[in-house]
């Protein structure tokens, strides 16, 4: 379609790779310039021509977010028939959520009700979900402000630790603070609980069985469901590498999309059962031992990675667009694509993935030209953009270098 006369504009809420890979799905899709707001410029989005980006100092402070969005909205509402609000964080899904009645005025928003977004967004919430609609997850024990000095597990060591609700736990601090933890006995336990518990956070911890096996046996799936709840696009990408970081452990950096039709039903049918709206991200582990794949979490956008979705095929832009610009209602598609998508460099890959099988999948991709970069664009490749994704890029070889992945056991591969 030709969006020449203003007939939409994507606004995204965010300036980081996610911010950016929805800008290039709008961009590949129907040659269109996405505006971005957030907080502060990051070098994932500047020197682009394919997206603006609006700053505003203290941006998540609410009332100044919901002024900003509503000057935006009443100026660009005059130069385009449609405006599509988008969210790249909880920080920016919550306060749409909370605010739609004044945003709807001006903005398309392709996001489900705040009764079933507050259940799904904790992670507690969301496994008495799975619990409701029979789908997997790990062994499960909820420690609270009230009961954390008499744990009492009823599995085994090692287990993995994290806060339920991470929108509270993003704005507390600490010493030694990681995004999650796997953790090896009591003492250790204690320790981290008490650390979490010292600083302003007071939501519940998840204890979990861990789940053995290394960085490929981590799946990612993305979803659009549309705005009758029914879902249009489902796409299954198995992780191959991720980060390490104590605070940024399970951010992916090489994804091979594939199809999986059990998920695919299953996940389809949770989704349409809740009445789900809009873009969804799970995180699953397959568990070799039981050969079942567990669900993690649920994040109620487009995952920072998922840019490998529109890479494997399946534009992300184009299923929001035919459902509310288009007004269309197609059957639903699902990706059985192989495509390997990166968001490290290829030396990187080779020296860090160490199953492998898959590493030779990887690099038969490469071999085939079926692998693609999100912020490589060759339809955005000015010199000064170039030599800073570059440099982001690049910062991976020394990040792997002091966190490597730990090696998988002989059957968690």
Known sequence: MNNAKGTFLPIILGTDANAYGLARSFNDMYNIKSLAIGSGALRETKNSKIIDVITVPNFRNPDVFLKTLMEVGEKYKKEYEQLILLSCAEWYTNPIVDNRQELEKYFILPFMDKDIKDRLEDKESFYQICEEYNLDYPKTYIVTYDNYKEINLPFDFPVAVKPSSSTEYANCEFNGKEKSYEVHSMNELNKVINDIYSSSYRGHIIVQDFIPGDDSTMYVLNCYSNKEGKVKMMCLGRCILEEHTP????????????????????????????????????????????????????????????????????????????????????????????????????????????????????????????????LFNPRDNNIIRHLWMRRIYNKDIKMFKLYPPKESDENGK
């Open 247 to 374: 605070y940024g452990v399970g951010n992916y950096r090489a994804i091979i999309s594939e199809g999986n039709d059990k998920i695919y039903k299953q996940i389809k049918e949770f989704l349409e059962k809740i009445n789900y709206i809009g873009f969804s991200n799970f995180d699953l582990k397959y568990d070799y031992r039981d050969k079942t794949f567990k669900l993690f979490e649920i994040n109620i956008r487009q995952g920072r990675s998922s840019y490998f979705t529109t890479a494997a095929g399946m534009n992300m832009a184009k299923y929001l667009v035919e459902d509310y610009v288009l007004n269309l209602d197609k059957e639903t598609e699902y990706n059985y694509n192989k495509h390997l998508w990166l968001h490290t460099p290829i030396k990187v890959l080779k020296k860090y993935v160490y199953n492998q099988e898959v590493l030779n999948e990887a690099l038969n991709l490469i071999k085939e030209g079926k692998y693609s970069y999100t």
